[in-house]
């Protein structure tokens, strides 16, 4: 009975050190996994060109609207209403 006891106990032993070792292997693959920090990066990446459109597009709206305002009021000499 002894011998049995000992048996399993170092089976025991041996199953959790495999366990631990396959826990400990999968938190380094996790860790070295780099596929969530890429779609983060890519996701800043998208805000940051969405901003920058949206800050070109409203700077050239105004001077294209500045630049329409300015030949309407030229052609017909009065003040235009440019919208």
């Known amino acids: 009975m002894d011998i ?3 048996g399993m106990a170092f ?3 041996y199953f959790k050190e495999i366990m631990m070792k396959n826990f400990l292997s999968s938190v380094a693959n996790f860790i070295r996994e780099e596929d969530g920090a ?3 990066e890519y996701g800043i990446l998208v805000a940051a060109i ?3 459109i949206i800050i070109i597009v409203l700077l050239v709206g105004a001077a294209v609207r500045n630049a329409f305002q300015t ?3 030229k052609m017909t000499n009065t003040a235009c209403s440019v919208t």
Do not use: S
């Open 50 to 52: 969405a901003a920058a």
């Open 4 to 6: 049995q006891r000992l």
């Open 71 to 73: 030949i309407c009021n």
């Open 38 to 40: 890429t779609a983060v």
């Open 11 to 13: 089976l025991g032993g």
